[in-house]
């Protein structure tokens, strides 16, 4: 059985995940890869019902409620959906996964980075993605862009302190694991982000199962 590929899209409100996960899904399709692809929070009926109660604006909730919420979402995702898509041999790809929590929850709301991995650990069973692409970009640039969306989520109303800590969050993430990180420049052109994305994913793929099982020349 193949190990299948996991693959995981991280970076502040309006970097442009969802915009080039769907792009990269084209370029899978493209070479003959057909992905599953989910996103956090939700990805199950559960993780949906989670994500109602993460993102509504009209409710608070302190850090650590907040983080248990968004762990009860991925380890009903994990063992529902990711492990099993993986255990296929399937591409997986993700909007967002555990990295979120510890930028957002972590260094962006000040919960100790070490309960965080620990409860982590537990959620996830230790799976960690092959591929993190992280979409760096200005919070305030990707705010404005998350505004064109329409009505802000709860964490789109969270203050640009709150945000700025989030972003230098994420690239620590990515400067402790620079095997598993890409971070990208998330303030360029989509075509462009989507030729980065591509040159990141490109080495990964060889072992990916194409539909239809012919060899994947790249
Ligand atoms: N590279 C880009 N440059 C300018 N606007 C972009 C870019 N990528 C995405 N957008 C736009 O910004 C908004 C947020 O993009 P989205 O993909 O939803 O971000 P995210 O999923 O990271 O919150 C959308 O309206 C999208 O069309
Ligand atoms: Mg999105």
């Known amino acids: 059985m193949m190990p299948g590929l996991f693959i995981t899209f991280e970076g502040p409100e309006g970097a442009g995940k969802s915009t080039q996960l769907a792009r990269l899904v084209e370029a899978l399709q493209g070479v003959g890869i057909a992905a599953v692809v989910t996103r956090e929070p939700g990805g199950t009926p559960f993780g949906t019902r989670v994500r109602e109660v993460l993102l509504d604006p009209g409710l608070e909730m302190h850090a650590l409620p907040e983080f248990l919420l968004y762990s009860a979402s991925r380890a009903q995702l ?16 993700c909007d967002r996964y555990f990295d979120s929590s510890l930028a957002y929850q972590g260094a962006g709301r000040g919960l100790p980075l070490p309960l965080l991995r620990d409860i982590t ?28 969306r329409g009505q802000p989520d709860r964490l789109e109303r969270a203050d640009l302190a ?7 969050g994420f690239l620590e993430l990515a400067r402790q694991e620079p095997q598993r990180f890409a971070v990208l420049d998330a303030s360029q052109a989509p075509e462009q982000v989507a030729e980065a994305v591509w040159e990141a994913a490109r080495p990964h793929l060889a072992g990916a199962a194409p539909m239809g099982g012919a060899a994947l020349k790249l």
């Open 162 to 168: 709150f945000h700025q800590r989030v972003r230098q």
């Open 78 to 93: 994990v063992q529902d959906v990711i492990r099993p898509a993986l255990s296929r041999g399937e591409v997986v790809i």
């Open 121 to 148: 650990q537990e959620v996830t069973g230790g799976l960690k993605p092959d591929l993190t692409l992280l979409l760096d970009l200005d919070p305030a640039v990707g705010l404005e862009r998350a505004a064109a």
